[in-house]
């Protein structure tokens, strides 16, 4: 009797972990789209490359994010954040965890 329970708990947790995972993929597939389009095609090159750096500056403070469960929050992130968000309005639509596992994923 237990057994199909089990069976059927660990079904379930694991449609929602793949649903979770599908989610993350397509939000980091639109960021890494959206900022690769902002790069080719902007007409100020020079805040592309800052942009471009201020997000790879942010990658030690998104894996502490991510490992703390959302507890650690640097600085570099929150600007990290803040740039996703006013350039890509796909990204305003993701939390700050998916953002971070964008962040790690470029």
Known sequence: MRTPLIAATLGMLLMADLAQAQTLVATSN????????????TSDTTTSI??????????????????SDGD??????????????????????ANDLQLAQAILAL
Do not use: C, N
Request: charged share 30%; glycine share 6%; proline share 2%.
């Open 30 to 41: 639109i960021i890494v789209r959206a900022f690769g389009r902002s790069i080719d095609f």
């Open 50 to 67: 800052r942009d471009a750096k201020m997000i790879q500056a942010a990658r030690g403070d998104a894996a502490s994010f991510v490992a």
């Open 72 to 93: 650690i929050r640097g600085v570099q992130l929150e600007e990290a954040f803040r740039s996703l968000r006013d350039q890509f309005p796909a990204a305003r639509q």
